[in-house]
């Protein structure tokens, strides 16, 4: 008897655990991450500049590119990785109220971040025609986008 009723308050607790979590939609989301951009176009100006001076300006190249493009790519990645690794949430995350969590509500992994940050983002951006598939977080019930399909999170309200 107490093995069905602790399987059906576990399932119960879970129900309400979905019910209570309010996904982040695409608009949140996209202002957050345009938020986002501008601080790594920062950081990028500030972390290029000394670079700059010492080239006199001039480019380098590394195989298809250059020296300024791979430093700030780092940036970029890294600016997103370690923030949501150690925040759940990037500074534009966070001014609009959003976090990241895993779908099965577990601390966040470095593998999770690498496919969802990384590998997920990086199909974004080298695939430009790809950036268009962000609208599928508009119309995901859940509100993931391909990125956090990869890395099997979710975008909330962090209430």
């Not at 099997?152 to 209430?159: F, L, S």
């Given at each position: 008897?107490?093995?069905?009723?602790?399987?059906?308050?576990?399932?119960?607790?879970?129900?309400?655990?979905?019910?209570?979590?309010?996904?982040?939609?695409?608009?949140?989301?996209?202002?957050?991450?345009?938020?986002?951009?501008?601080?790594?176009?920062?950081?990028?100006?500030?972390?290029?500049?000394?670079?700059?001076?010492?080239?006199?300006?001039?480019?380098?190249?590394?195989?298809?590119?250059?020296?300024?493009?791979?430093?700030?790519?780092?940036?970029?990645?890294?600016?997103?990785?370690?923030?949501?690794?150690?925040?759940?949430?990037?500074?534009?995350?966070?001014?609009?109220?959003?976090?990241?969590?895993?779908?099965?509500?577990?601390?966040?992994?470095?593998?999770?971040?690498?496919?969802?940050?990384?590998?997920?983002?990086?199909?974004?951006?080298?695939?430009?025609?790809?950036?268009?598939?962000?609208?599928?977080?508009?119309f995901n019930p859940e509100k993931q986008g391909v990125?956090?399909?990869?890395?099997?999170?979710?975008?909330?309200?962090?209430?």
């Open positions: 008897m107490s093995e069905v009723y602790e399987a059906g308050h576990q399932e119960v607790t879970e129900r309400t655990e979905k019910t209570s979590i309010r996904y982040a939609g695409f608009w949140m989301r996209f202002w957050a991450y345009t938020v986002d951009l501008i601080i790594v176009f920062c950081v990028n100006g500030i972390v290029l500049m000394p670079y700059r001076l010492i080239t006199g300006g001039d480019e380098f190249e590394v195989g298809f590119w250059t020296v300024a493009v791979i430093i700030s790519t780092i940036v970029l990645y890294a600016y997103f990785v370690v923030m949501t690794k150690y925040l759940q949430q990037t500074l534009g995350k966070r001014i609009f109220g959003l976090k990241v969590i895993r779908q099965d509500r577990m601390p966040l992994r470095w593998s999770d971040l690498i496919f969802r940050e990384v590998v997920g983002r990086f199909f974004h951006r080298v695939l430009g025609f790809t950036n268009l598939l962000y609208i599928v977080v508009a990125h956090d399909m990869i890395g099997d999170t979710y975008v909330i309200h962090d209430a």
